[in-house]
């Protein structure tokens, strides 16, 4: 997994997205076919930031490659 921001509060918000299970269970719901199966995949996140720390995350898009 990589997981990139265009700042550090960016990344902060990504890697605290995919820690959440609600939030990762939604961009799982988005892919289709089984977690056994999972394919490779890229998605775009928008960060929040509000006093200097991620405030909100939410799900962009997906892309399945």
Known sequence: MIL???TTFGTQGAVEFVSRP?????ML?????????MKPFEALL???IARG???DTEL???RLR
């Open 46 to 48: 928008h960060v929040k």
């Open 60 to 62: 962009v898009t997906l």
């Open 29 to 37: 719901k988005e892919m289709s076919g089984s977690a056994n199966e």
């Open 22 to 26: 609600d939030s990762i269970g939604k």
């Open 4 to 6: 990139a921001g265009c």
């Open 53 to 55: 720390v991620p405030a």
